[in-house]
Every structure is written in C-alpha cells, then in structure tokens.
C-alpha cells in the first residue's frame, strides 16, 4: 500500500507532493488531538465515578501503570518538547512513531485521573513524531525530516487550542528558533488542517473565549508592567524548581514507591483542593471571564502556591504531562492576585480582573517559554481578545527579559542543556516591517454619517459589533468616533462633539511595525487609512497585528519567490566608504528576490528593523539568489 502511494507521489512535482505530505500530517496530528480529548474525557469520568477514598488509590496506580510502560518505551518520558527541539536542531530528526501511541495513552490516563499539568507539550511529542515518521515513510532528506516534524508540532498546538498562527509561530520561535523560510509552507499547511479537524470534530474548543477587554487610562500600563515584572520572577522561579526537581527525580521516578508517594501527594491536593485535578481550564476560563468573586485573596494564593509547586513536581519528574496550560493558568491567577492589590488603590482600580488575568497567563508563558510573539498571538486566538495587544506586547517582553536575569535558558532549554549540548539561537527580522498597510486593513466598512444622532451611532455599532468607525459627511472623511466615547456622552442629534481627530496620517503604502508605533505612542485603537490622494480608504486596527504577522511568513516565501534551489544565504560587510553608511535600513532599496535576515555588529546580533542605522563594520546576513547578491554588493560596497 505505502509502495502505491509512493509511486503516485513520484508522478506530482516536487513541491505539491510536499504540501500534500503536510496535509496529510496535519489531519493525522488532528485526530490524534481529538483522540487525547476523548481518552482523557473517558477517564475523568471513570475518576468522578470512583468513591473520594478510591482517589488515592487511582492516581498512585495510575502513575505506577504509566511508569512501567514509560521504562519501556523510555522515548515517550516527559513534555516532550525539548525532545523534539533537540532531534531538530542538534540531533537527526527521526523520532519514533510509537511515541504517539504510547503518548497519547498515558498522557491521557494521567489528566483522566487527575495529574496537574497539561496536554500540549505531550502533543508537541506526538506531532513531531508523527511528521517525522511519516515523512521517513516517504525518504524524504534529513532537512526535509525536520521540517515536518515541526509541521507535527505546528499541527499539535494549531488543533490543541484552536489556534493555527500560533502552532506556526510555536514551531518557528521554540522548535527551529528562527523564522526559517525553508520549512514555512508545510507548516503552514499542517497547522491549518489540523486545527480545522479539531474545530470541526473536537470538544470544548472555545472553552477560553473571553468577552473584549480594552485598555483605559495610559496609567493602567503602569499596573501590566508590575504584573509583568512578577511574572518574569516567578517564571524564573518555576525553571529553576522544576529544573532542580528534574535532578532529585533523576533514574528515581520508575521506581514504584516513588509513584506511589507522588500520586498520594497528588491525590491529597486534588482531595482538599479540587481546583488542582487535572489541566485546570475551567478555573482559567473563570479567572479570563472576571468570574472571580467567589474566590477570596486568600483562596487565589492557595490555588497558585498549590498549581505552581504540583506542577513542578509533575514536570520535573517527568511525568508524560506538558508545563504549557498550567503556566496559562499560574499567569492568569496571579494576575486575578495583582488585581485584589490593585482594588485598593485609586490608580489601578479601573483594571479589570479578567484583563490581568489575560495579560497574566501570556506573560508567564513568555517567560518560561522564551516566546514572546507565540505567547501573544496565542492568548489572541485562544481568548479571542485582541483589545489588550499594547499590554500584552509590555507583559510577554518585560516577563521575557525579567525571566532570562533570574535563569538564563528557558524551560524547554535547561533538559538539553543539563546533557551538555547546545542550541544555536538565530536572531530575525522585524517583519512588520515589510508588511504594507494596504494588505492588511479592511476596506469593506460601515462607516456613519455625521448628521445621524449619538443613540443611532450608538445602535448601529453595536450591530455591527464594532467599538467604533470613521465618520462621513457627504462622502468626505470628518474623524473617528468610538462607541466608548458615545455611551459615556449626552444624546446628540449628530456626531459633530464626538469626533476624534488623530494627530498622525496613516497611508496605505505605509509599514504596519511604523502604524502600530505610532498607535501605541498616542494610544489609538484604530485609525482610518488614506489613499495617496488624500482619499480615505480603510480602516487599520490593532487586531489586524496577528494578519500582518501572519503575512509576512507567507509573502516572503511566495511573493518574492524565494522558494527556489538556486537560494542561499551570504554575507556582506559595510566598508567605511560605503553609500549606505549612516543610512536607515528602510531608506535603502534592496532587491526583491532577497531577505536581511540580520545585521552583526562587534560580535552582537541586531534585529533588523527600518530604523537601525547601518554603521562601517556591520556585517549584513541575507538570503536570495545569486543574482540579488550581485547586486546587494554593488549597492553596499560601491563608493558614492
């Protein structure tokens, strides 16, 4: 059968064969997600069966079952993220298909019965070694192996939560650690396909939504950046514990008194604090949703001390269980903790619990993580909430940069480094940078006419379930107008007082990484766009960042087309008489068949954004053809 198979893909060219590979991939991971959602479903309700004192009979055996057959399938242990970064970067990318089977059984019996910790880091395992498995079925090239194992990864957290740009970027900051073009196609498909599987046919996929929050008064930023501040601390914190937990449980775990003795310290938590059974999602869509009055500051603490310190107990054993919903849900509680603080000061008062909560959960996983944009688009695909970008953005970097002075590898890191290899870290472009306001914006509005009354404006925004537009007179653009602003105010019989004038022009052509610098400086949540002739066109917002992002993946790849053999990566370096000397990236005209990836300076990396000024001695790093270097040499290297 796989020999037939083999033969038809010979007859497809290359490049479609490959994509068809990655949608096969990415449905296989799919149902293997719905299968882990079913298995776990089928055990929580065998364990909520069970008589209270059986409980401490359930998850010691559980442990002791999922210890023996992890002694035999030793590939199967722990997260299994760092595995597959591992087998990706250092090693040959050729993970076991068994993996998955055994994976998906024992992950689920341990969240079935109650385990503290999550299914996504599992689920990184398993679609990793699906897509490594099936792309050896076909003899596919070690660079090819890799990157469909990351499509399996990009698959798994795609379906897990819903959330296909988020598996893209999963795949490309934690797994490849660069923006790697060579294996963006497949896992874009693969993360696609399967998230659309896991929509169609999985449960409890919108379980996180939350309604939109927004940011008030600038000083609110203040209170994000403190909480931001703590839960890089307590990132670090959760490394170092569970790094130090990974040592003590070192060759102990199979032995079986060392499960038992565990699984009644898990039985004992979950018995006086039912919070604590199992991944814990509906307590974090309660802590997203503000539904927090029944929990006391007190009960909050309780329930962080306790996840926080189960949790590494569980990861740092090496238990089949991943770390990446529980610190979503250690974010979110602390930051429903910042907001009990917050509530007795004037300053703060006006954040909400659910906002804290939001940024909260995104942070802390930047933190331990050491994915910052992952962690963004995450909590905007997962919670559906794109109204917090500006404190998110603050959260995940501060968290992030805190979080590195307290450890300096992040948690999928420390495993690989504790068995003396190294990961060589790749620095990337700001996209945004080359991305147009005119791809992203939306240019099919509803806008109002300024002669209608506030109550109308009023009505007709919240049908069309917009927080606000551009206001028309006679075809001609007069300002914006947002529904805040028009609830707060008086009845109106027209718009005239409720306009608001944005000190900045947006055009079309302009960047969007400049658009949203300037909308973070003034504090806009949208602005309307304008044609070269003044004509206003559009509308760009604040949740149109994730649509760039995603974008700028796929144009370089497709509209440059860089997708080509003949590519290949090269060096040039800025003389002192160089024409580019002192000069903004942005104002230099490169060749559209070439990508700067980065730019070294003195032995450190620098981001390649349009305002870093080129300085003689920069080394410049680009990918394209052979073609494009010709002429980037003439351009870098010719005197004025």
């Known amino acids: 059968m796989i020999n037939k198979i083999k033969k038809y893909f010979s007859l497809i060219p290359p490049q479609i064969s490959l994509i068809l590979i990655a949608l096969f991939i990415g449905l296989t991971v799919g149902v293997f997600v719905i299968a882990l959602d079913n298995l776990t479903i089928f055990w929580e309700e065998i364990t909520f069966s069970l008589d209270s004192k059986l409980l401490f009979l359930a998850i010691p055996f559980a442990l002791v079952l999922s210890n023996l057959l992890l002694k035999r399938f030793p590939e199967a242990k722990g997260d299994g993220t760092s595995e597959v970064i591992e087998l990706v970067n250092i090693e040959d990318a050729n993970l076991k298909g068994r993996v998955s089977l055994v994976k998906t059984f024992v992950t689920s019996l341990l969240l079935g019965v109650g385990v503290p ?139 079986p008194y060392y499960s038992i003795l565990l699984g009644l310290i898990f039985a004992l938590s979950i018995y006086f604090i039912p919070e604590s059974f199992g991944t814990g999602e509906v307590l974090l869509s309660n802590l997203i949703n503000g539904d927090t009055l029944t929990y006391t500051l ?140 005119k791809q992203v914006a939306a240019y099919n509005i509803d806008t109002l006419n300024i002669d209608i009354s506030s109550s109308d404006a009023i009505k007709t925004l919240q049908s069309l379930k917009i927080l606000g537009t551009a206001v028309i007179d006679e075809g001609t653009y007069k300002g914006m107008v947002s529904l805040r602003s028009l609830q707060s105010g008086e009845q109106s019989s027209t718009l005239h007082e409720y306009l608001i004038t944005i000190p900045f022009k947006v055009y ?10 300037q909308m973070v400086k003034f504090g806009y949540d949208r602005v309307p766009v304008f044609s070269s002739s003044d004509d206003f066109v559009a509308i760009f917002s604040k949740s149109h960042v994730s649509s760039a992002y995603l974008l700028t993946n796929i144009e370089t790849v497709n509209s440059r087309n860089l997708k080509t053999s003949s590519n290949k990566f090269f060096e040039v370096s800025v003389p002192s008489n160089s024409p580019i000397k002192n000069k903004q990236l942005a104002s230099i005209k490169l060749p559209s068949q070439s990508v700067l990836v980065s730019v070294s300076r003195e032995n450190e990396e620098l981001i390649a954004n349009g305002s870093l000024v080129l300085q003689s001695g920069d080394i410049l790093t680009f990918f394209g053809t052979s073609e494009s270097y010709e002429r980037i040499k003439n351009i870098v290297i010719s005197s004025v």
């Open 117 to 255: 910790g999550g299914k996504e880091g599992p689920l990184v395992h398993i679609g990793g070694s699906i897509g490594s498995k099936i792309s050896k079925l076909f003899n596919l090239t070690e660079d090819e192996r890799k990157s469909f194992t990351g499509a399996g990864v990009s698959a798994a957290i795609g379906a897990s939560f819903n959330a296909p740009l988020a598996g893209i970027l999963f795949a490309m900051e934690v797994i490849f650690k660069q923006l790697s073009i060579k294996h963006l196609s497949v896992v874009v498909v693969s993360s696609v396909s399967a998230a659309v599987v896991a929509k169609n046919f999985g449960f409890n996929v919108d379980i996180l939504t939350a309604p939109e929050y927004q940011l008030g008064q600038a000083v609110e930023l203040v209170g994000y950046m403190l909480l931001a501040i703590f839960t890089g601390l307590l990132a670090g914190f959760f490394i170092q514990l569970t790094s130090q937990s990974s040592k003590f449980f070192k060759q102990q775990i199979v032995k």
């Open 298 to 437: 007190i009960t909050l603490i309780i329930l962080l001390i306790s996840r926080f310190l189960l949790t590494t107990l569980s990861i740092g054993s090496n238990l089949s269980v991943g770390a990446m919903m529980p610190s979503l849900l250690i974010g979110a509680l602390l930051g429903s903790i910042m907001h009990n603080i917050f509530s007795t000061t004037s300053m703060f008062s006006s954040i909400t619990p659910g906002a804290l909560a939001i940024v909260g959960m995104a942070s802390l996983f930047a933190g331990i993580s050491r994915a910052p944009m992952t962690s963004i688009i995450m909590v905007f695909e997962i919670t559906g909430d794109y109204g917090l970008v500006v404190p998110l953005m603050f959260g995940a970097i501060i968290s992030t940069i805190v979080s590195e002075r307290v450890v300096k590898y992040g948690m999928y890191e420390w495993p690989i480094l504790q068995k003396g290899k190294q990961i060589k870290s790749f620095q990337t472009v700001d996209v945004l940078e080359s991305v147009m306001v």
């Open 508 to 517: 079309e052509e302009d960047s969007v990484s400049d658009v949203v610098s």
